[in-house]
C-alpha cells in the first residue's frame, strides 16, 4: 500500500537539502553561498486508523491533516455497538 492519505491525497513529495557556508551580511560577513544541493523526500504525516466507510469500520491511511478536521468518522470503542442491517430491520 503507498504512503497516501486516501481521504486528502497527501503523498511524498520531494525537494532539496542545502548546505550553507558564510556569514550573512547583516552579521558582518560577505554573504552565504550554497555549497550543496542534495535530493531529500518531504513524507506526510500518515496514520492507519480505522474510519467508518460506506457505514462499515475499515481500516484505511489517512494524514493526521485529516484526522484532526474531521474528515473522518471514527467507529464506536465496542463492537458489539453494531448490528448487522439485516438483523435490524
Do not use: H, W
Not at 4 to 24: L, S
Not at 29 to 55: H, S
Amino acid at each position: 500500500m503507498p504512503r497516501v492519505c486516501e481521504f486528502t491525497g497527501r503523498k511524498t513529495q520531494v525537494g532539496n537539502a542545502y548546505a550553507y557556508r558564510g556569514k550573512a551580511k547583516y552579521l558582518g560577513g560577505v554573504g552565504i553561498k550554497v555549497t550543496g544541493k542534495t535530493k531529500r523526500k518531504f513524507k506526510p504525516n500518515i496514520q492507519e486508523v480505522t474510519a467508518i466507510v460506506d457505514g462499515v469500520p475499515t481500516r484505511v491511511k489517512a494524514s493526521t491533516k485529516a484526522i484532526k478536521s474531521g474528515l473522518i468518522v471514527k467507529p464506536l470503542k465496542r463492537r458489539y455497538a453494531y448490528k448487522p442491517e439485516a438483523a435490524q430491520g
